[in-house]
């Protein structure tokens, strides 16, 4: 199965039966039957083919013991006996072993938690902990086996040097066996360096089964050299050491244990291998890390197992126990036989001290060093590899493998130039500590990782290996960040520092992958935990905010755009419902989803869609308002109003296609101007009975409803996002419910809690916008007086009424406009006309002003419409209070036509309004602190 393949079926959809079963040749035997174990599509009975993938043994013990036991052991464990003392490096076994065996629980319990593929901890992580993330450490740990690569190439190259090529300008031919170089110490180093890569670049570029062999020749030679070391060690016998600093020859000899009780306890010297030549516990044990590295090694050839569910748990833990196992048999025998001073003077003294002849522990020391240098190369190109092969960036396009058993031969070939730089410019002990902070953090990670899944109980992770706990993954993960810190502090900040830098540019770069995200468990773990503590608690006045759902019958950018505005930190979700059949109209909720998604995430809208199906819209629009819990209900409902097209001229599911695939291409828009090219689907969901129904059941529910017409495109901001259309008017008009000076308790209560909320909305919008806007106020008093006198002294005590409301809710308006009926009549034409009809039809004075009440609904509309328009021309955003929520629930078609013309006649020509009606009893604007 191909990365992001859909699961194929395991039950089911087999294309042959046992009825339909022919053989070719009836006479097969059970003998031979084991090769005929496959069946061809007609049923024919084909010879299978061999499995050349590799097992436990050679899948995964051989290549992590051979990237364990490495050069280090043998250049570097004697002269940090030397150093710390037995005690000293016994304790950082103990340390490093129980290390290692947390990490590796840890390993075995991600890989066995579904089917592992190549790439090792960047698999692990860029699926548990995201793309980003995964990707982030993939280079850090790719970058930290191309330094190993080169690490242990140089160290082959060190030891050549120092023990078989010596200088001659130093040594002047004294030394009887072996050869000495006409060049320097460190460019014969790089030479038998470059010599080692080169070699295993071309090992590698033959895949794994070469690899395979090879590593299994090696590993018998290694072992072999390593016993005949430690038996040359056990043997009493003279030897000439080499000083590694002066190249002198000095004698020494073997003499075990003797020398146990000298090698105890620490006796630090100045020794150029050191920084600043300053040698301490933390120095050389950052030095001897990498002894405990190359544990991923079988992670990363998981796609060339046969089974790595269970190799890689068994071969790992079996091969780290190993070497800890042959580390401390390897100390005790140095430091029980050998003297201090040849310990120290001395790095290549576990071949010197070899009876007989150097070459047996020579061969084993290099080859172990070669493998070494093999196992890093071909597992830092599998990483790179995998990470081409999941596109994480598209420079890595060039280094794809071509699938299992094949070497990634671009990804080996740019490995390999990298490591060659290093051999050509770096020493082995300014390596070492970069090696060892790179491997520590990405333990840290995969331990964490673990820690993260476990802590969680997310059912899904089952792990085979049930050898594991949070406890062991959280104990790796401090151990291998502690030490880190402890060991080098600056390169562990660095990689850090790097490793922040890398997540954050993938985050930014890096296609989206379906790979879920431990990332995301986690903020859903928090936000259900607070959400849950905030469900049994009342949300206090001081704290309200705007909860919106917006519902997507035929909204426009400008419309969402103001939803976002408006939210002011809160909830805003767009809801969108397709009627229908289920079945039918189900299939398109998917489409709709993502592409509304994809629309948001192109404006930079900051909202959540929900998209449901549902045999009528008004019962989905319903449902959708009456859910939230948790602290997290919807307070505001915004509906756009009825356009051109009405919701019975649909019939087919097709719309609704073309509207899903019109989201999906939205562009992501990055220069400012009018937002003019952005489509939104004009597929209404309600009838005009069905509208006007849920505009009442909405306010019967206690919602606060906002019916929003005029919004256009809107206008684009500097990042992309879509806003408001702010550039040409400078004020936010907020209309309060007329007063009828009328003395029902209840009724001025309703206008009480209308005008609240009208003034909560004005005051939103305007701390949400830029600050040059201004909030002004308007209220109309059915007063009918003619009287000049009078008339003033109506405005003047409503205006001071207004001003002591504007004052409780803490706004500063711009200006307080009230007006009479006599000032409407001078505003509004139609009003005018029906004091004047009224006149002559009763033979009155001109001068009488006619009843509000007496007005047609269709009239009374133009005459509000008229009033806003004289007075609010200059506003980018009109709050209008709406008492009339028309005839909802009547089920009479005609009365809910009448009600959309009357709301259509009283928004027309008007700047983007919102006709606001409440349902809502609790208080929206504190009092106190």
């Known amino acids: 199965m191909g990365r992001g393949a859909e699961r194929e079926p395991l039950l089911y959809g087999r294309t042959t039966s046992m009825e339909n079963l022919t053989f070719e040749n009836t006479a097969i035997d059970n003998a031979a039957y084991d090769e005929y174990a496959f069946y061809d599509p007609e049923g024919t009975v084909r010879p299978k083919q061999q499995d050349k993938r590799l097992g436990t043994f050679l899948g995964c013990t051989v290549p992590v013991l051979q990237n364990i036991v490495g ?14 003392g037995l005690i000293g490096v016994i304790v950082f076994f103990c340390v490093g072993n129980l290390m290692s065996n947390m990490t590796v629980l840890s390993l075995s319990a991600l890989v066995t938690n579904g089917r592992t593929q190549a790439g090792g901890i960047y698999f692990i992580v860029s699926r548990t902990l995201g793309p980003a993330f995964g990707g982030g450490v993939g280079f850090l740990y790719w970058g930290g086996y191309t330094v190993a690569v080169a690490f242990y190439a140089l160290g082959l190259g060190t030891l050549c040097q120092s023990a078989l090529l010596p200088s001659c300008s130093t040594n ?8 000495c170089s006409v060049l320097d110490e460190k460019t014969t180093a790089s030479v038998v360096g470059s010599a080692v890569l080169f070699v295993a670049l071309i090992v590698s570029l033959c895949g794994a089964s070469s690899k395979s062999t090879v590593d299994l020749i090696f590993f018998s030679v290694q072992m072999l050299s390593t016993v005949y070391a430690l038996v040359s060690l056990m043997v ?14 000095f004698n020494s000899s073997t003499a075990f244990p003797s020398k146990l009780n000298e090698n105890l306890f620490p006796d ?46 068994i071969g790992t833990l079996s091969a780290v126990n190993c070497a800890s196992l042959m580390y401390l048999v390897t100390a005790v025998s140095l ?13 290549s003294v576990f071949l010197n001290s070899a009876m007989f002849s150097v070459y047996p522990v020579f061969i084993g020391v290099a080859v172990s060093a070669s493998s070494s240098t093999l196992g890093n190369l071909y597992g830092a190109s599998k990483v790179l590899d995998a990470m081409a092969q999941d596109e994480v960036l598209e420079i890595l396009r060039p280094f794809k ?18 490591a060659q730089g290093t051999v050509c410019f770096g020493e082995i002990d300014n390596v070492a500590p970069i090696l060892t902070s790179i491997y520590l953090l990405a333990w840290a990670v995969l331990n964490l990782t673990c820690t993260i899944l476990t802590a969680l109980g997310t059912p899904n992770f089952r792990p085979r290996w049930k050898y594991f706990s949070k406890r062991t993954a959280g104990t790796g993960f401090a151990f291998a960040l502690g030490l880190a810190l402890f060991l080098d502090w600056k390169n562990t900040l660095v990689g850090m520092l790097l490793l922040s830098i890398l997540t954050v540019y993938l985050l930014i770069v890096a296609p989206a992958q379906d790979w879920g995200s431990v990332s995301n468990e986690l903020m859903f773990y928090q936000i259900r935990k607070y959400a849950v503590r905030l469900s049994g608690e009342k949300k206090h006045t001081k704290y309200w905010r705007p909860s919106i759902l917006a519902l997507a019958e035929a909204p426009t950018p400008g419309l969402l755009a103001f939803c976002n505005e408006i939210k002011k930190g809160g909830l805003f979700v767009l809801g969108h419902v397709v009627p229908g059949d289920p079945i039918v109209a189900h299939g398109m909720v998917e489409p709709l989803q993502r592409g509304w998604q994809h629309f948001l995430q192109a404006t930079k809208m900051e909202a959540l869609t929900q998209v449901a199906s549902s045999e009528s819209a008004l019962s989905g629009y319903l449902l959708m308002a009456g859910m939230g819990s948790l602290g997290m209900e919807f307070n505001t409902i915004v509906l756009p109003m009825p356009g051109r097209t009405k919701a019975e001229d649909y019939r087919g599911i097709g719309q609704y296609r073309k509207a899903a695939r019109e989201l999906a291409e939205t562009p992501v828009r ?3 101007g009018v937002v003019g090219t952005l489509k939104l689907p004009d597929v209404p969901a309600l009838t005009a009975s069905d509208w006007c129904a849920c505009v009442h059941n909405m306010v019967a529910m206690r919602k606060n409803v906002i019916i929003s017409a005029n919004y256009g495109s809107g206008t684009e901001g500097r990042n992309g996002e879509v806003l408001p259309d702010l550039q040409t008017k400078k004020f936010i008009d907020i209309w309060l419910p007329p007063d009828t000076l009328d003395p029902d308790a209840a009724k001025a209560s309703e206008r009480e809690n209308l005008s609240y909320l009208l003034a909560q909305l004005g005051e939103t919008m305007r701390m949400a916008v830029e600050k040059k806007h201004g909030v002004r106020i308007f209220q109309v008093v059915y007063s009918y007086s003619m009287d000049t006198v009078g008339q003033n002294v109506v405005m003047d005590e409503a205006a001071s009424l207004i001003h002591e409301f504007a004052e409780a809710c803490r706004i500063v308006p711009e200006s307080v406009m009230v007006f009479t009926m006599a000032e409407v009549a001078r505003r509004s034409k139609t009003y005018d006309r029906a004091c004047g009809e009224m006149s002559r039809a009763s033979g009155r004075n001109r001068n009488e002003l006619v009843k509000i009440r007496k007005l047609s609904k269709m009239a009374f509309a133009r005459v509000w419409n008229e009033l806003i328009q004289s007075a609010s021309e200059d506003s980018m955003q009109l709050f209008v209070s709406l008492m009339d929520i028309g005839p909802g629930g009547k089920k009479d078609a005609a009365a809910d036509e009448e009600y959309l013309d009357y709301l259509a006649t009283m928004t027309e020509r008007l700047p983007p309004v919102a006709l606001v009606a409440t349902g809502a009893t609790e208080a929206i604007i504190s009092e106190g602190l």
């Not at 040698?279 to 998981?302: D, E, H, K, R, W």
């Not at 430091?335 to 040849?342: F, Q, T």
């Not at 990634?408 to 490995?415: E, F, G, S």
């Open 401 to 418: 493998g071509r699938g299992f058993g094949t070497a990634p031969r671009a990804a080996v070939c740019i490995t390999w130039m990298i």
């Open 335 to 347: 430091a029980g036989s050998l003297p201090r001073e040849a310990l120290l003077r001395d790095q």
């Open 172 to 179: 002047e031919g004294e030394i009887t066996e072996g050869f």
């Open 670 to 672: 990055r220069h400012r």
């Open 236 to 249: 009493p016998h003279d030897f000439y050491g080499v000083a590694t600093s002066s190249g002198d020859l």
């Open 268 to 313: 630090f010297t100045e020794d150029k291998s050191c920084p600043n030549a300053d040698c301490s516990y933390q120095t050389v044990a950052a030095i001897l890390f990498p002894m405990f590295t190359g544990i991923m090694q079988g992670a990363n050839l998981s796609p060339d197992m046969k089974d790595p569910n269970r190799s890689i748990p």
């Open 71 to 84: 050069i280090i052991v043998f250049l570097r464990l004697p002269w940090a006996i030397g150093q710390v």
